[in-house]
T-cell receptor, first 116, second 113 residues
Framework: DTGVSQNPRHKITKRGQNVTFRCDPI?????LYWYRQTLGQGPEFLTY????????KSRLLSDRFSAERPKGSFSTLEIQRTEQGDSAMYLC??????????????FGPGTRLTVL | GDSVTQMEGPVTLSEEAFLTINCTYT??????LFWYVQYPGEGLQLLLK?????DKGSNKGFEATYRKETTSFHLEKGSVQVSDSAVYFC????????????FGAGTRLFVKA
């Protein structure tokens, strides 16, 4: 069990540029979540995949954000035309199959995005 | 919508002191409740959980009881250690409105030797 990994760990970009983050979940987990965390706050839900299907998206996920999980394994989160307000820690989590309501989520270390 | 409110930090305690971190929630259905912990430089990890009313979750000397009547899930530990210094997040998961998990803002705990 190598845990959830995320790359890159840090990303600094200029406003208006596009960025893409990758998440590799624990191999046997079929559920994958993306969250955003700003300083002093808890994680805010962005989106959820079961296998390759994106089953839920938060209102926080504007048109500039897109997430994919093409083969039900790794996932990417892309932010287009970044804004300074996008600066945050982006967290990925995965969980095994079972009842969603009782799932334990396993979190990656996060990707810290700074938009200049 | 669903929400979680937890006590503001930071909380500073001496080693071996008793810890309580308050957490209350609002939910439309019958949520599961969680405490996650984030140690310095590490990712969030589950500390304990309870999936129905009156359940008690426990781990590493920490306990929390799911109280439906007071919509609370307070975290307690009888004797804290320096190694317990971390940020603690209360969370709920309620599938009646979708698949999202709602987190509180977190409470930072400092334990002094």
């Amino acid at each position: 069990d190598t845990g959830v990994s995320q790359n890159p760990r840090h990303k600094i970009t200029k406003r208006g540029q596009n960025v893409t983050f990758r998440c590799d979940p624990i191999s046997e987990h079929n559920r994958l979540y993306w969250y955003r965390q700003t300083l002093g706050q808890g994680p805010e839900f962005l989106t959820y995949f079961q296998n390759e299907a994106q089953l839920e998206k938060s209102r926080l996920l504007s048109d500039r954000f897109s997430a994919e999980r093409p083969k039900g394994s790794f996932s990417t989160l892309e932010i287009q035309r970044t804004e300074q307000g996008d600066s945050a820690m982006y967290l990925c989590a995965s969980s095994p199959s079972g009842q969603v309501r009782t799932d334990t989520q396993y979190f990656g270390p996060g990707t810290r995005l700074t938009v200049l | 919508g669903d929400s979680v409110t937890q006590m503001e930090g930071p909380v500073t305690l001496s080693e071996e002191a008793f810890l309580t971190i308050n957490c209350t929630y609002t939910a439309t259905g019958y949520p599961s409740l969680f405490w996650y912990v984030q140690y310095p430089g590490e990712g969030l990890q589950l500390l304990l959980k309870a999936t129905k009313a009156d359940d008690k979750g426990s781990n590493k000397g920490f306990e929390a009881t799911y109280r439906k009547e007071t919509t609370s899930f307070h975290l307690e530990k009888g004797s804290v250690q320096v190694s317990d210094s971390a940020v603690y997040f209360c969370a709920l998961s309620d599938d009646t409105g979708g698949f999202k998990t709602i987190f509180g803002a977190g409470t930072r705990l400092f334990v002094k030797a």
